[in-house]
C-alpha cells in the first residue's frame, strides 16, 4: 500500500508556542489530504479537509485560525497548532488519498503514523 | 443517534478463535465501507475496502456489507496474538467524500 510519513512523531511544548506538522505521502501524489485528532480511547475526529493548491475546508466547531493547514504541493501538507495550549494535547493524523495495493482502487486513504502533542 | 455506531469492547478471545466485529450504520448513502486496523500509539492501517454490498475475503479476513440492514461485519479466522488491536469500521457516500469512522473495538487475542 501507498506510504504516508509524518514529522515529528511525538512534541512537547510549552503552552503558548506554535507547533508545526508535516504529513507527506512519499510514492504517491496526494489531491485530497486529511487531518484528524484522536483523543485516549476515541475514534477519529476530521478536523479538516485539503486539496493541493486551495484553502483548507474545515469540519464544524475547528478553528481555522488555530490549526492552520497548507497543502502547497501534491506530497506536502502542514498542520500548525498556534498558540497551543493544554487541551490542545492529542494525537494528530493525515491521510491521503491514493491508489489501494488492495482493491486496485484509485481513492483509498492511507494514514500517516500520527503525532503525539503534548502542550504543558 | 450517531452516524456510525460500534460496540467498543473490549473484547477478549483465545488465540485460534474466530472473531466477528460489527457496525451499524444509519445513513443509506453510504456507499464505500472499509475497515481499518490500528495499534496503540500507531496510525491505521487499511485491512478490507468494498464497495456496496456482497461479501470480500482475503487471507484470514472477511468482510460483510449487508446495505439492506446498514450492517458491515469483518470476521478474522484463526486469530492471532498480532492480531490485537482496535479494528475501527468506516464508510462513506462517494470516492472523494469524507470518511466516517465507528468508534473502533479493542480486541485482544490471549495465547
Known amino acids: 500500500g501507498a506510504v504516508v510519513s509524518q514529522h515529528p512523531s511525538r512534541v512537547i511544548c510549552k503552552s503558548g508556542t506554535s507547533v508545526k506538522i508535516e504529513c507527506r505521502s512519499l510514492?504517491?501524489?496526494?489531491?485530497?489530504m486529511f487531518w484528524y485528532r484522536q483523543f485516549p480511547k476515541q475514534s477519529l475526529m476530521l478536523m479538516a479537509t485539503?486539496?493541493?493548491?486551495?484553502?483548507?475546508?474545515?469540519e464544524q466547531g475547528v478553528e481555522k485560525d488555530k490549526f492552520l493547514i497548507n497543502h502547497a504541493s501534491l506530497t506536502l501538507s502542514t498542520l500548525t497548532v498556534t498558540s497551543a495550549h493544554p487541551e490542545d494535547s492529542s494525537f494528530y493524523i493525515c491521510?491521503?488519498?491514493?491508489?489501494?495495493?488492495?482493491?486496485?482502487?484509485?481513492?483509498?486513504?492511507?494514514f500517516g503514523p500520527g503525532t503525539r502533542l503534548t502542550v504543558l | 443517534q450517531k452516524e456510525v455506531e460500534q460496540d467498543p469492547g473490549p473484547l477478549s478471545v483465545p488465540e485460534g478463535a474466530i472473531v466477528s466485529l460489527n457496525c451499524t450504520y444509519s445513513?443509506?448513502?453510504?456507499?464505500?465501507f472499509m475497515w481499518y486496523r490500528q495499534y496503540s500509539r500507531k496510525g491505521p492501517e487499511l485491512l478490507m475496502y468494498t464497495y456496496s454490498s456482497g461479501n470480500k475475503e482475503d487471507g484470514r479476513f472477511t468482510a460483510q456489507v449487508d446495505k439492506s440492514s446498514k450492517y458491515i461485519s469483518l470476521f478474522i479466522r484463526d486469530s492471532q496474538p498480532s492480531d490485537s488491536a482496535t479494528y475501527l469500521c468506516?464508510?462513506?457516500?462517494?470516492?472523494?467524500?469524507?470518511?466516517?469512522f465507528g468508534p473502533g473495538t479493542s480486541l485482544s487475542v490471549i495465547p
Open positions: 510514492d504517491f501524489q496526494a489531491t485530497t
Open positions: 491521510s491521503g488519498i491514493g491508489t489501494s495495493g488492495i482493491s486496485g482502487a484509485t481513492d483509498t486513504q492511507y
Open positions: 445513513n443509506s448513502a453510504f456507499q464505500y
Open positions: 485539503s486539496n493541493e493548491g486551495s484553502k483548507a475546508t474545515y
Open positions: 468506516a464508510m462513506r457516500k462517494t470516492s472523494y467524500d469524507k470518511v466516517i
